[in-house]
């Protein structure tokens, strides 16, 4: 289920109604019913933290990464997670739908969801952004609905797999393969062809926005 369907089924179960959640969460019905039909999906940690006391169950299943709807109350779940805050430290980076040229990274119409990386990726200054990917060119490596994880920089080394723009155009994921005459972008499905352009193509200019370091799927 998704995040919504799980809210609703929460909150009708508690016998909440979406007034006394939204007033609860400091917020408005309107929002309440955007999150239950999914129209808003990247709902803010302290929200969902805050849902999941009012419907007395836990932030981990209102996200859909866990099947147990109770509360993580008892003593050994409290020592598990305390432990984990203390030896693990993470960042958090927004996951986007799509990925527009020259987007600024508070474009949150685009926002879908969110991820935590190993805070050590970020040494150096290094930045981070999460992409949810479509379609089927880059299958079967990636497929629909897996969300990468992209080192935000302007070049790659030849046989990585990349997000580049061409000409200005949404993001696309592609392997890149440099020849002396032009990059190349390979789809891993034999079903699409690569394409070709010139490095100094004015028409059509390749700019690379980051490599994949890391594929997640949720099954």
Do not use: H
Request: hydrophobic content about 30%; some cysteine; charged content about 30%.
């Amino acid at each position: 289920m998704a995040k919504g369907e799980r809210i609703k089924k929460m909150r009708t179960q508690k016998g909440i109604t979406q007034e006394e959640l939204a007033k609860f969460l400091n917020t408005t019905k309107q929002n309440i019913y955007k999150y239950e039909n999914n129209i808003i999906t990247n709902i803010p940690s302290d929200k969902i933290e805050q849902m999941a006391e009012a419907l007395d169950t836990n932030s981990s299943y209102i996200m859909g990464w866990t099947d147990y709807n109770g509360k993580n109350n008892n003593a050994k779940l409290r020592d598990v997670a305390k432990k984990s805050r203390s030896d693990i430290s993470s960042v958090r980076i927004n996951v986007y739908g799509r990925v527009r040229a020259g987007f600024p990274q508070e474009a949150v119409e685009d926002i879908v969801d969110w991820e935590d990386i190993p805070k050590e990726w970020t040494i150096g200054n290094k930045e981070f952004i999460g992409l949810r990917v479509e379609g089927d060119s880059m299958a079967p490596k990636y497929i629909e609905g897996d969300t990468i994880i992209i080192q935000l920089q302007p070049d790659c080394e030849s046989g990585q797999d990349c997000v580049v723009y061409v000409n200005g155009c949404d993001a696309t994921l592609k392997k890149i393969v440099k020849q002396q005459d032009g990059i190349l972008l390979q789809p891993l499905n034999p079903n699409y062809l690569p394409q070709k352009y010139d490095y100094n193509d004015e028409e059509c200019p390749v700019t690379i926005l980051g490599i994949i370091v890391e594929i997640r799927r949720k099954v």
